[in-house]
């Protein structure tokens, strides 16, 4: 049975649970926290359910684990919360009368989100501040969400670890939605350094409404860059599960731009996802504010 969800909660027997997201080939346990894969149980989070019992082999899925740790952990590590993204029975959806089309005819846009990927320092969230302005200027309605800033408000409670960054992305990507549900144009300036996170954000919406923009710098550019002197306290281990230091980035694999940075300055940068979205109909030509 295909499982339609990128992100499902796994029991094991041993007392352990784990996350489990799509994007590399084959299934397989990162720390290799769960070796007895026993009666093991997968939960969609559309609520549906399967079950068999395996011995970590011949899944019907392709995925891998993120996260694994003993189920008596999950309180203080955040991990139990998982459970709520399965929707629950008691919670049907409540209709409304006004639906995206309707709003999206009120602002006259085609409403899309540009979701901006790359190592932190890469310069994602200057070249978003600069898209959005121009946007702006072009009288188009836009909101942008910075991961910084998010992790202030929506997502103080998490952390750095892998699990908290699947979690992380999560709550991005449904609140994108909704800004795109409303008809905006949403800037998403988040490091989101997994394939599979990014690709389960990209099934959040429709077919030609999310823009991966992959902002390329080299590690060490982007650590010369350090303003806020984040790599230097990785690199004496203040900050655990740093991106780049001792948790993996993965690159985009086909983005629908890609943005080396060594060679164009952030305005050009910036006129590259304009172009983009001028080219793909998303926003026209014209200049229509001073």
């Known amino acids: 049975m295909p499982l339609k969800s990128p992100l499902l909660l796994i029991e094991a027997s041993g007392g352990y649970t784990a996350i489990l997201g799509f994007g590399q080939s084959g299934l397989h346990f990162q720390g290799g926290a769960v070796t007895n894969f026993t009666g093991l149980r997968a939960v969609p989070n559309k609520g549906e359910r399967w079950r068999n019992g395996i011995h970590g082999r011949a899944l019907p899925w392709s995925g891998r684990v993120i996260a694994a740790r003993p189920r008596a952990a999950n309180a203080a590590s955040g991990l139990g919360r998982v459970h709520e993204v399965t929707p629950s029975a008691n919670t049907p959806w409540q209709l409304i009368a006004l639906d ?10 085609r409403p899309c989100v540009v ?3 790359g190592i932190s320092g890469a310069g994602k969230s200057t070249i ?3 898209v959005e302005r121009e946007l702006h ?3 188009r309605h836009t909101y942008l969400l910075d991961g910084d800033n998010i992790r202030r408000g929506l997502n103080k409670d998490l952390g750095f670890s892998d699990a908290d960054r699947v979690e992380n992305i999560r709550r991005a990507s449904e609140v994108a939605g909704l800004m795109v549900d409303a008809g905006l144009i949403v800037l998403v300036a988040f490091i989101s350094p997994f394939i599979a996170e990014r690709r389960m954000a990209r099934g959040r919406f429709e077919a030609g409404e999310f823009v991966e923009v992959h902002v390329d710098t080299a590690l060490a550019v982007a650590e010369k860059r350090d303003r806020k002197g984040l790599y230097a306290r990785a690199r004496r281990g203040e900050i ?8 993996p980035y993965e690159p985009p694999e086909h983005p629908e731009i890609h943005i080396e940075t060594s060679g164009v300055t952030p305005e050009q940068a910036a006129g590259i996802v304009i172009d983009h979205l001028c ?3 998303i926003i026209v030509s014209q200049r229509v504010r001073p």
């Not at 995206?100 to 846009?109: H, I, P």
């Not at 655990?240 to 948790?247: E, K, L, R, Y």
């Open 128 to 130: 978003a501040n600069i």
């Open 279 to 281: 080219r793909t109909g």
């Open 240 to 247: 655990p599960n740093f991106t780049g230091i001792d948790s």
């Open 115 to 117: 979701w901006f990927t």
């Open 100 to 109: 995206k089309d309707a709003r999206v005819a009120l602002k006259g846009q």
């Open 137 to 139: 200027a072009r009288g």
